[in-house]
């Protein structure tokens, strides 16, 4: 069965740091991973996707994220945070075995940027 | 302009009373979907759509219907709302070419049931 795990609620970095978000899964198949965020009042805004080749993956607003086969992980990072990149991000995966589009999605981490 | 649009946006209703929350794309995708996201649980799946009159159940699907009788729109209907089904909800749709797809979201609906 398919799962997601973001293992932190909540995030706090400041300014001009950088940003590691966590994210770790299982899929019986190969995976599809993929970074969503949701800004306040807003719907879920894709960001990145990893399906295959280079395990570093880049993505919207300077994000990137680093697929890691044996650590089942795909964690979002990025080199310089902003204060606008405070928000919810969902990490969410499909396995790409059954060539469905079953997604499972984390519960979701809150990332504070402070200035 | 692409996108997933939502009505209503917010929705105050009282147990018992049957609603219907629209969910319409204008991006010709082929596959549709409807989840709620409840704090600590993220989102999760209620019903989904491959294409027209082609639809199935989620991972939560009790005390909802859909319906997909043409391309563009799928309703989430709820004919006896109780409290527990008070949540944040979005519907979604994706071109069903291939299964790394990436998804579009409305912006949501708020669903209070008193």
């Known amino acids: 069965a398919q799962s997601v795990a973001q293992p932190e609620d909540q995030v706090n970095v400041a300014e001009g740091n950088p940003l590691t978000v966590k994210c770790t899964y299982s899929?019986?198949?190969?995976?599809?991973l993929f970074w969503y965020v949701q800004y306040p009042n807003r719907g879920l805004q894709f960001l990145l996707k990893?399906?295959?080749?280079?395990?570093l993956v880049k993505g919207s607003y300077g994000f990137e994220a680093e697929f890691n086969k044996s650590q089942t992980s795909f964690h979002l990072k990025k080199p310089s945070a902003l204060v606008s990149d405070s928000a919810l991000y969902f990490c969410?995966?499909?396995?790409?075995?059954?060539?469905?589009?079953?997604?499972?999605f984390g519960a979701g981490t809150r990332l504070f940027v402070k200035a | 302009e692409a996108q997933v649009t939502q009505n209503p946006r917010y929705l105050i209703t009282v147990t018992g009373k049957k609603l219907t929350v629209t969910c319409s794309q204008n991006?010709?995708?082929?596959?549709m979907s409807w989840y709620r996201q409840d704090p600590g649980l993220g989102l999760r799946q209620i019903y989904y759509?491959?294409?027209?009159?082609?639809?199935d159940k989620g991972d939560v699907p009790e005390g909802y219907k859909v319906s997909r009788k043409e391309k563009r729109n799928f309703p989430l209907i709820l004919e006896s709302p109780s409290p527990n089904q008070t949540s944040l909800y979005f519907c979604?749709?994706?071109?069903?070419?291939?299964?790394?797809?990436?998804?579009?979201f409305g912006p949501g609906t708020r669903l209070t049931v008193l």
């Open positions: 979604a749709s994706t071109p069903a070419g291939t299964s790394y797809n990436e998804q579009f």
């Open positions: 899929v019986s198949g190969n995976p599809y």
């Open positions: 990893y399906i295959t080749g280079d395990n």
């Open positions: 969410a995966v499909r396995d790409g075995a059954t060539g469905g589009f079953k997604t499972i």
């Open positions: 991006m010709n995708h082929e596959y």
């Open positions: 759509s491959m294409n027209v009159e082609v639809t």
